[in-house]
């Protein structure tokens, strides 16, 4: 039992016993004290002023003396107004941690076959190119997700929709077979997704070329685009394909199999993966094929000119389409054929989407079809909305060739880290201080990109991130292996601490922080927030942090509190590496 969960019995009992009323203790819910008051928990007693008829002070005072005589977790309290501050007995906290240490995965549930299995899809590339650092966000946030609502006993399986048709897929084909030459990967030395990328920006560039030309000789904008022979090209190469023209699906096939092999190879430096990928281009005729059905159901209706959509007014909303007069489908379409292909596959209980928020209004409109169209979780889906990543240059943009290329960011952050490392690496094997210049920069990246609110815009500043001292994935990775550095110089480590020894404030602090571990997993995974886990991480480094300036360890003269001192570090070194691990980022033993 936390002891959260006893204040909330004891608080309940209290009100029994000094008022008569029956409150049932899940309605009391105790908050950490604010750190300019004395005390752990704290409960607003307000509530209570009309069963207890009498002041807040006089009321929380009668609780606390209840308490302190009743409740042999409470050392003593305060009362601040309205506001009951408890301390709990150091005994309590001791027999608190050697519960932590007795805990197998301390604070992360394992799933049973009756829980609940949820998708969660994040990444969603398109194969025109590389992934850069808008897709780095997305798939941290995704995979982190994913590992969080594992950790609070759900089944979880991650999944990836890739964007692999469409017009923007043709531009760059085109644009490969007019100016490539033959070029491969294998002949350039480029990663396959970096090579279409380049092809993607050429496109873009002589179609902007052909508009000026055009406008030169006397065309509007909107004439000229009308009149462009190279989108006229991408276009027809877009109906070949939907034709199964083998020539074009032939390229397509060769082109988008060097996109993968490069998009895997960064998933893996990353440290993220799927359990299933889905194609848009296998995809699409199965959504066609939904709406072609909801018609004749009642759901959808097609205009004069052939387009079908359907009427969301009643909810609110307006008149969405979903396929267009020429029969092609639009992404809500695939969409709802992908949702098909899923449920077929998996017994979704609950579908996640990692997408960012300028898509809020299109997973308002899915949820409200699919759930028309008799799909168990469709109503409740959740688009997990998230804000964009931007540079202090500004936006990035794919088709100028301005975006930051993830493998480019991920190589610039680990030489960050050797760099600002260079002593600290300097008596290490050369192998170990790579693998830990590669652990401290990715561990940089992932936690700059997650501590932030996830609904928020937010500017990525390597620098920043790189810094070993303030709120950053380095700070956590040098306080674990600041605690391996302990471990490994004590001469013994015991699994329990004696129960006659008693925390001094600062132990307490720590051990109440320790405890709090489970009930922030389980916030993070109700709130779908990465963020609490990150902050949590750094409140717990910090404060191991200031207990480790102000007391001796392995030097302590009394035997009793040294392996008090030793256990706690070891239970604190656990929990951090389990709560980074939430995050993606991976703890060198030594730094």
């Not at 408890?86 to 932590?100: E, Q, R």
């Not at 692999?164 to 030395?189: F, N, Y």
């Not at 997704?193 to 508009?211: A, C, Q, S, T, W």
Request: proline share 4%; glycine share 8%.
């Amino acid at each position: 039992m936390t002891v959260e969960s006893i204040i909330s019995e004891g608080v309940a009992k209290a009100l029994k016993a000094l008022y008569g009323a029956e409150v049932n203790p899940q309605d009391i819910v105790p908050q950490a004290t604010r750190k300019e008051f004395e005390g752990n928990l704290t409960v607003v007693v307000f509530p209570f002023l009309k069963v207890s008829h009498k002041k807040p002070e006089e009321t929380a005072t009668e609780i606390g003396s209840w308490l302190e005589e009743n409740v042999a977790a409470v050392e003593k309290f305060n009362v601040v107004k309205g506001f009951l501050n408890i301390t709990i007995s150091p005994a309590f906290w001791t027999g608190v941690l050697n519960d932590i240490a007795k805990a197998k995965d301390f604070g992360i549930k394992e799933a049973t076959p009756e829980s609940k299995l949820v998708m969660v899809e994040y990444s969603s590339p398109n194969t025109n190119k590389p992934l850069h650092l808008g897709h780095v966000r997305n798939n941290l946030l995704g995979y982190s997700l994913a590992q969080i609502l594992k950790a609070n006993g759900n089944k979880v399986v991650k999944t990836n929709i890739v964007n692999d048709r469409g017009i923007h897929i043709c531009k760059s084909m085109l644009a490969w077979q007019k100016w490539g030459e033959g070029v491969t990967p294998q002949s350039s030395g480029k990663k396959g997704d970096h090579l279409i990328g380049d092809f993607y920006v050429e496109f873009d560039k002589h179609y902007k070329d052909e508009l000026k030309q055009l406008m030169a000789d006397g065309m509007t904008q909107e004439e000229a685009e009308a009149a462009s022979t190279l989108m006229s090209e991408a276009r027809e190469m877009l109906r070949k394909w939907e034709a199964g023209d083998p020539e074009v699906r032939e390229l397509w096939q060769t082109m988008n199999g060097w996109v993968y092999e490069g998009f895997d190879q960064t998933y893996k430096r990353l440290g993220v993966d799927f359990d299933k990928i889905y194609y848009e281009s296998d995809t699409y005729l199965e959504g066609k094929d939904l709406v072609l059905g909801g018609i004749e159901s009642g759901i959808m209706y097609r205009k004069e000119d052939g387009s079908v959509w359907a009427d969301l007014t009643p909810d609110g909303l307006d008149h969405k389409l979903l396929l267009r007069s020429d029969g092609t489908s639009v992404y809500m379409t695939q969409d709802i054929g992908t949702a098909k292909l899923r449920y077929q596959d998996y017994p979704i209980d609950k579908m996640v989407y990692v997408v960012g928020n300028e898509q809020n209004y299109h997973f308002q409109v899915l949820s409200l079809i699919l759930d028309k169209l008799g799909f168990a979780w469709g109503k409740d889906l959740v688009h997990f909305s998230y804000g964009m990543v931007e540079l202090p240059e500004g936006k990035m943009k794919s088709r100028e060739g301005t975006v930051v290329d993830a493998d480019d960011l991920i190589d610039k952050m680990i030489g960050s880290a050797k760099e600002a490392s260079a002593e600290r690496f300097a008596d290490m094997p050369e192998e170990e201080a790579e693998e830990v210049a590669r652990m401290v920069g990715l561990g940089a990246l992932k936690y700059f990109l997650l501590k932030v609110d996830p609904k928020k815009n937010m500017l990525f500043n390597p620098k920043e991130s790189i810094d070993f001292n303030g709120n950053t994935g380095p700070f956590l990775q040098y306080t674990y292996a600041r605690i391996q550095s302990v471990i490994r110089r004590a001469e013994e480590l015991p699994e329990e601490v004696p129960g006659d020894v008693k925390p001094n404030e600062k132990e307490s602090a720590l051990i109440q922080k320790l405890a709090d571990f489970p009930n922030v997993v389980k916030e993070a995974g109700d709130n779908y927030s990465p963020a609490l886990i990150a902050n949590y991480c750094y409140d717990l480094a910090k404060e191991y942090n200031q207990f480790y300036h102000d007391y001796s360890i392995l030097k302590e003269e009394d035997p009793k509190v040294k392996v008090l001192r030793l256990v706690l570090s070891r239970e604190v070194g656990k929990v951090l590496k389990r709560a980074a691990g939430l995050l993606g980022i991976e703890m060198p033993e030594r730094m």
